[in-house]
């Protein structure tokens, strides 16, 4: 029963992130910013929840044990917020969990920006994911909704590379 309270924990860590990407979600819109894909990030964050929600009460009903791979999850998981605290800083005032261009928008062409396009994606929430299921071992609810959740975040990946290569002539 305690990997459902573990589970709860490491979901409440992202509560920092959330806080900092409506901070800048409201300076982006407040300084003319234009959002795209409005429904895609709406259907993306319902899932991601979803997916959160149902590995806790997978791991509560079947009182899922500790393991080898609740320690490979762990990892997984860490790994995946460490890639998440790069990307903030990087991206700094332009971070979101929406896809927003601001005004004075500057494109960011760090190492890992130029190494691994859309780090916050491979390298964040798709590792935190399968962290988050590895911990929970529930497979049942995880797989559909992570395939669901894949889908929509590979349009939103598209879609930002348009938006990206309209915005900027060096992307």
């Known amino acids: ?25 409201k300076k982006i819109v407040a300084g003319g910013g234009t959002e795209y894909g409005n429904l895609n990030s709406k259907v993306l964050f319902v899932l991601q929840n979803l997916i ?13 044990q500790f393991n080898v ?29 929406k896809l927003y261009i601001a005004r004075d928008h500057k494109l960011v062409q760090s190492s890992l920006f130029r190494l691994v396009r859309h780090p916050n994606y491979y390298l964040n929430i798709i590792p935190e994911l399968i962290g988050f ?24 990946i598209n879609l930002e590379e348009k938006v990206m290569k309209q915005t900027f002539t060096q992307y």
């Not at 997984?76 to 800083?89: D, E, K, M, S």
């Open 52 to 64: 959160y929600l149902s590995c806790i009460v997978y791991a509560f009903i079947y009182d899922v």
């Open 133 to 156: 299921a590895l911990i929970s071992q529930a497979w049942p609810v995880f797989v559909p909704l992570f395939i669901l959740h894949l889908i929509t975040l590979f349009n939103r």
């Open 1 to 25: 029963m305690w990997i459902g309270f573990l589970l709860i924990v490491i979901s409440l860590i992202r509560i920092p992130s959330v806080v900092i990407a409506m901070r800048n979600e």
């Open 69 to 97: 791979l609740t320690v490979i999850g762990l990892v997984v998981y860490v790994f995946a917020l460490c890639c998440l605290i790069y990307v903030i800083r990087k991206l700094s005032p332009f971070w979101t969990y």
